[in-house]
């Protein structure tokens, strides 16, 4: 598919395509923590408008019928909603407080349902990804202005945005930053248009798997220099973790169906058993190396998540605390549970906002490996949950979901072709007189 004839077609993939393209634009603006919110529901709206006028009509769905994997985030999310309203209500937050994190729930974890939700749109994949690619380009091209910023020693960030007055976790969210040194081994990293370094890293793991999907060779060869550059820009250690291992676990989960899946089960099992113990004390290095290679960050993340755990457990293990809490001077401060979606969601929603998380994550993981072997987006939206769950162990899903948006949208039209094969085929043997279970 080459660069000319690859254009935005219907409303939903205009508005996609110029919002992605446009993402340095917004971050110069510190609007880019507002665009994704009014996308979601701005797209929404207009879809229940169509159903409204013109009935349960969706072009992108045979049947008019959402697939069982989007719904499920839906409900999820919902739940997460009630459990935020429990929450206040039982450590007595008050009504302009419940109504502000409501607010917060809407531009954070209702993406989560929403966006997979606008994936069973009229919006091509192909749209994401050369969207996302345009993105890389422009990180290359602005590369030696951010990289010279540090060099000349210019204000690391030389302004935060009046935006910042509609509200939003942090100044961090509408400042424009240059560049940041880090505190324990002094060396410069990169935010770009992120809110901190490791999640410039998490968005360009999600590039990095849009550019391998590039029909066109310069595009391909743009995005994926451009990801791992910024990869390599953010320091995050695990973005590099998640480079090396996400494709290689696909890879080997797509193949696990083939008729040669259980001969290299077998001989892996054989395999595994010799070099079991050489191999466990390897991985016991690489951890502590791992650990090690930004001590500080690791000691305070694992606090973090002690104390929230502990006080979750002891305080409020049903329905959480309603409100993320700072931490104290030991852990710098930071907000209980952060840089961890579980430990944030046990803290501030108990168990029944970890499990409105796991159940829908986990049902579209085990979906997308069994169809991995014949839908090829199956497997990119297998790679893209791969990832966003090794990321719920080192960010906050809920609170980068303005920037992770392309991603869900993949997922949820991942779920639309599975949801059309499926019903294809049970409307095929329909046709035969063949029983649906046959």
């Known amino acids: 598919m080459d660069t000319q004839t690859l ?36 797209l929404l709206l207009v879809l229940l408008w169509r159903t409204w ?18 719904w499920l985030w839906i409900v999820g999310m919902l739940v997460m909603l009630l459990a935020l309203i429990v929450g206040h209500l039982d450590f007595l937050l008050g009504i302009g407080t419940t109504v502000k994190s ?43 202005f951010f990289v010279g910023a540090w060099l000349t020693g210019l204000p690391q960030t030389p302004y935060v945005s009046p935006l910042q007055a509609i509200g939003g976790p942090g100044p961090e969210f509408f400042a424009f930053n240059l560049y940041e040194i880090d505190p324990g081994s002094g060396s410069p990293r990169w935010r770009l248009f992120t809110p901190w370094a490791p999640a410039l890293g998490f968005v360009a793991n999600i590039f990095f798997i849009f550019a391998l999907q590039e029909k066109d060779r310069t595009w391909r060869r743009i995005g994926t220099v451009g990801s791992v550059v910024m990869i390599l820009m953010s320091g995050s250690r695990l973005a590099l973790l998640s480079l090396l291992i996400v494709w290689a676990a696909v890879w080997i989960l797509g193949h696990l169906r083939g008729a040669l899946g259980p001969f290299f089960a077998a001989a892996a099992a054989a395999l595994g058993g010799l070099i079991a113990m050489p191999l466990l004390d390897v991985l016991e290095r690489l951890w502590q190396a791992f650990r090690a290679a930004r001590a500080d960050s690791t000691r305070v993340r694992e606090t973090l998540g002690r104390i929230a755990l502990d006080r979750w457990a002891n305080e ?110 049970v409307d095929r043997f329909s046709n035969l007189g063949v029983p649906k279970h046959a």
């Open 7 to 42: 254009l935005p077609e219907t409303l939903e993939e205009r508005v996609v395509w110029h919002s992605l393209r446009a993402t340095y634009l917004f971050y110069a603006l510190g609007a880019l923590y507002v665009v994704a919110p009014l996308l979601a529901w701005g």
């Open 53 to 70: 006028r013109h009935g349960r009509c969706n072009p992108a769905l045979p049947d008019a019928r959402l697939p069982v994997a989007v």
């Open 102 to 144: 409501t607010i917060g729930w809407a531009k954070g974890w209702a993406l989560l349902a929403i966006f997979p939700l606008l994936g069973c749109l009229r919006i091509r994949p192909q749209i994401v990804y050369r969207a996302a690619m345009h993105v890389c380009l422009h990180t290359l091209v602005l590369l030696p």
């Open 316 to 425: 409020a293990p049903v329905w959480g605390h309603g409100i993320v809490e700072r931490g104290p001077h030991l852990v710098e401060f930071m907000p209980i549970g952060s840089h961890h979606s579980w430990y944030g969601l046990l803290f501030v929603k108990g168990m029944v906002g970890a499990l409105a998380l796991a159940v829908p994550l986990l049902f579209s993981l085990a979906q997308l490996i069994r169809w991995s072997g014949r839908l090829p987006l199956a497997r990119v939206a297998l790679a893209v949950v791969l990832l966003l769950f090794l990321y719920t162990f080192g960010e906050n899903l809920e609170i980068l979901a303005y920037l992770i948006w392309p991603a869900l949208l993949v997922i949820g039209t991942a779920h639309r072709d599975i949801h059309i094969a499926t019903t294809t085929t």
